[in-house]
């Protein structure tokens, strides 16, 4: 029995593997000693069975299953010019090349060779998807972005980069635009995986002597998806190999779509000649989410959750307190529904205030909003629009040193950090020069009713 087998396994992989590469095998069939799963990719498929086919076998064979080996194949819903019992190739079969196809029936995958058709990028996670991906005023641009390359349309913009802060929806939109590839245009190549898989791919084909390999392959798909590219900073060579790669595609008019936590100009370590290349195409920015955007995506959720839980009541309000004290990132704000609602249904209970409080104390306690003088800077810079470097660097004209001085307000009223600490945040400047600024804050506040609601506002939009 696959699921009792599947707990067994739980213990000896590890929380992650076990998310990331257990639960999502689907049991298909067990025949002629042959025990058939369905995955969803063919990449995924292979590493499972690279990595993890012995355990499984083990186990099975320990639950008395008569099995001499596995195969995974990927779901025919997502392949349909294949049927389920094939197994998986990375790319549907393009006419020319179809080797993989005639090998395979003989031989478990994790024997098989790989052939031009592998195109082994990381698995996809099925449930980041556009219909999914809730949009809202922070994440607009960036979901219409990947939507226009989801078409597969001709190239308009290279390459597309998609830049935020954790938990902001950046992978998920990547994901989106794959899955959204793979039913329009099955003819592409489509190609998605972390800077971090990146190197390590070129680190290996190096340490393996197979560097052509690596560039042909990378050069021979249609649409590369990078993520994380934070991560190769300051790696010289997969910098260089990158720099190429990336060069070969925008030659070819393929697209390149690229992720960062961070803005090209802000990532440190870069070369030059990246950044710019970055800089050619439409660098579009995921905003922190606001109130209405994380209400969404509690609705969203929790009307998933009512179709699992059938029955389980959630009072009016939970959501809307949810969506206002848990404003660090959506990861956690999902984190607290899936627990909030596991939690009511073992104990059949209605999900209340009190219960949402009881239950996610240690959530709540933790997004208690620690907010920190460098985003009160960036807010304020914003606000004022004038550049985050002058607010904190020592222009002393008006327009910027105003700015600057609500910023120093802001972070003693909004902060418990002290003012030798808060004049270290701006630029090194000595305590005095703080307590100066918040006191002359204070008074124009008492006559600037301007500035005041401006604070007001600014409080408002800093707090969530
Ligand atoms: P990032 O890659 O930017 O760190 P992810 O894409 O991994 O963030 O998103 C973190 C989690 O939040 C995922 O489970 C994702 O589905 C969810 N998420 C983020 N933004 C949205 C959104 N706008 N709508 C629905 N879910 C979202
Ligand atoms: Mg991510």
């Not at 213990?11 to 025990?35: C, D, H, M, Q």
């Not at 439409?282 to 959750?305: C, S």
């Not at 939690?343 to 059949?348: E, H, W, Y």
């Not at 327009?399 to 003693?412: C, D, E, F, G, V």
Request: proline share 5%; net charge neutral.
């Amino acid at each position: 029995n696959w699921v009792q087998v599947r707990e067994e396994l739980r213990k000896r992989v590890g929380k992650n593997n076990y998310t990331n590469w257990i639960e999502p095998l689907e049991f298909s069939a067990l025949k002629n000693g042959v025990a058939r799963f369905s995955v969803p990719t063919s990449f995924f498929g292979d590493w499972v069975s690279r990595n993890f086919s012995d355990q499984i076998l083990q186990h099975l064979l320990r639950a008395g299953a008569e099995v001499e080996r596995i195969e995974f194949a990927t779901a025919p819903v997502t392949r349909p010019q294949k049927s389920a019992a094939q197994p998986a190739s990375a790319h549907p079969a393009s006419p020319a090349t179809g080797t993989a196809e005639q090998d395979a029936p003989e031989r478990g995958p994790a024997e098989r060779p790989a052939t031009e058709e592998e195109v082994p990028g990381a698995p996809l996670d099925r449930r980041f998807t556009f219909d999914s991906f809730v949009v809202g005023k922070p994440n607009e641009l960036a979901h219409a972005a990947a939507r226009r390359v989801a078409e597969g349309g001709p190239v308009t913009f290279n390459p597309l980069f998609l830049y935020g802060g954790v938990g902001l929806g950046k992978t998920h939109l990547m994901h989106a635009i794959a899955h959204e590839l793979q039913l329009r245009r099955p003819d592409l190549r489509v190609l998605y995986l972390s800077a971090e898989q990146f190197m390590y791919r070129f680190v290996q084909a190096l340490r393996e002597k197979q560097v052509m390999d690596f560039k042909s392959l990378f050069r021979s798909v249609d649409v590369l998806m990078v993520d994380d590219v934070q991560f190769i900073a300051g790696k010289e060579s997969t910098q260089e190999e990158f720099f190429h790669t990336f060069n070969a595609l925008v030659d070819q008019n393929k697209q390149i779509v690229i992720s960062a936590d961070r803005a090209p100009s802000e990532i440190k370590g870069l070369e030059e000649r990246i950044r710019s290349r970055l800089q050619c195409g439409l660098i579009v920015d995921l905003h922190p989410t606001d109130y209405e955007l994380r209400l969404g995506i509690l609705q969203q959720k929790a009307e998933f959750y009512h179709s699992q839980y059938k029955g389980l009541v959630i009072a009016p309000g939970v959501l809307e307190f949810l969506a206002h004290r848990i404003s660090t990132n959506v990861r956690v704000l999902e984190g607290a529904l899936t627990r909030l609602f596991a939690f009511a249904s073992l104990v059949g209970r209605e999900i209340s205030m009190d219960l949402t409080q009881d239950c996610l104390a240690d959530i709540l306690r933790a997004s208690d909003r620690k907010l920190t003088v460098e985003e009160i800077q960036r807010k304020v810079a914003e606000h004022y629009n004038v550049r985050l470097s002058d607010l904190i660097g020592p222009k002393r004209v008006r327009t910027i040193a105003r700015p600057r001085q609500i910023a120093m307000y802001l972070s003693k009223a909004l902060t418990s950090r002290s003012l030798p600490d808060i004049g270290r945040r701006f630029g090194g400047r000595d305590h005095t020069t703080i307590m100066h600024g918040v006191k002359k804050i204070e008074e124009l506040m008492a006559t600037d009713s301007q500035l005041s609601d401006d604070l007001q506002m600014l409080k408002r939009a800093l707090q969530g």
